[in-house]
DNA sequence: TATCATATATACTTAGAAAAAATAAAGCAA
DNA sequence: TTGCTTTATTTTTTCTAAGTATATATGATA
């Protein structure tokens, strides 16, 4: 139970985290505070702590007196989701735009030629990676630390949906690395209006993508 | 130590809350643990609980192994406050179009009046209180949970920089009023685009005054 | 089907030990 | 004396262990 180890309760957060996002606890499972403390051989206030954490990240759900649960994720939630990500979104790119240097241009390039060589070699988890890791250099530049973290906040409710909507759903990555180029391009100009016309754009493709290719109930 | 009692932590959140709201516990204020949990007679466990969740609100910062503090709001925490804020605020307000009954805007007009009514009479807080329902209910037509979340969490960190700003600030009551009655009207035109431009800017005034008028340290 | 007993899980308490950090005291050098 | 470092001492956080109380779910009985 050693990690980086400043805390267990956050220890044990990102256990659990982890074990959500790989589908280790699938969406609607119960979580038994007892049976995880003796899994981790540790006693029941950290892990009651942990879970708190969680609850507030939006990954778990927790009833007083009944019990905690895993999140499961209905249509109306994707397209929270997504809607408040792009809105964030275009915001960050607009204030990155003070920001963004020469170096942080290269990383983006860099990533989006990550991304291509692993849609080649059909590496979905690294994928996945890559893009969030575009999406969050960003976000990152636009130094605002309260938009950062409810774009982080976002990302892993995205993470957890893919587990139970992307594996089913054939992406189309051609288009997504196309899309990442432009978004990249419109960076570059630094047009602040034009910046906020292609994010934003972006998002409400990706979102109407899902919702005609996926049967999510809700 | 029976409120509504569902569980205790969320009492004790909701008064440490409290507490930090009306300046009981002043901003870089430490917070006690033991302290806490003996003036509320009960143990340490829900009081840790608690102050998970207020530091999940951005109320209190907690660094492992040495402490608790209420948070102090530097210029750059307001600017990111309000800017976010104005965005969440904006998408809300245009979402609430779809969703506005004429009953809301009866209560939004009331809210208004009344919000005049504090003024004559100058009660500070009713006013304030007054000022953030007409926001929230706004925001609450929405519908989009997360969005309403995150605006109610930035409407509590208002309400703490309030304690270290506000006092010492003039505010122009005649012309917030005036500011409301426009959102208010704008509201009714169910024009999307004038909405999201008029909310806009509502917020980079209200930012433009409390940057003038207010020696916030950062 | 409704009711009561039983079992399970959560919520909280109590008491205290381990570990980290803050504070105070002592020692030493300039 | 002053400034600095080292070494206790104390405080606070962190976590443990075991157990009680309470609410919910389960399941048997009528």
Redesign the pocket.
């Known amino acids: 139970m050693i990690l980086d180890h400043r ?3 956050d ?1 044990v957060a990102a256990i659990i985290r982890k074990m959500i996002l790989n589908g280790e606890l699938k969406a609607g499972a ?6 995880l ?1 003796e899994k981790f ?6 892990v ?2 942990a879970l708190r954490s969680l609850q507030n990240e939006g990954l778990i759900k ?7 649960f895993v999140t499961t994720l209905s249509k109306q939630d994707a397209f929270e989701i997504y809607t408040l990500r792009a809105l964030l979104e275009a915001e960050a790119a607009q204030l990155a735009v003070f920001n963004l240097t020469e170096k942080d241009f290269r990383k983006l390039e860099e990533l989006l030629d990550q991304f291509y060589q692993m849609m080649v070699e059909q590496n979905l988890e690294s994928q996945a990676q890559c893009d969030i890791l575009f999406h969050r250099t960003i976000v990152e530049a636009s130094k605002h630390s309260r938009l950062i973290n409810m774009h982080r906040q976002l990302d892993t409710q995205v993470g957890a949906m893919y587990l139970t909507v992307s594996n089913k759903v054939p992406v189309r990555v051609h288009q997504v690395v196309e899309n990442h180029q432009i978004l990249l391009d419109v960076l570059r100009t630094k047009d602040k209006e034009k910046i906020k016309e292609i994010f934003s754009e972006h998002y409400t493709q990706t979102l109407k993508d899902l919702s005609n290719m996926t049967p999510i109930k809700g």
């Open positions: 805390n267990l309760s220890d119960r979580i038994n505070q007892a049976q403390a051989k540790i006693s029941r206030g950290p009651r702590e927790h009833e007083t007196n009944k019990g905690t």
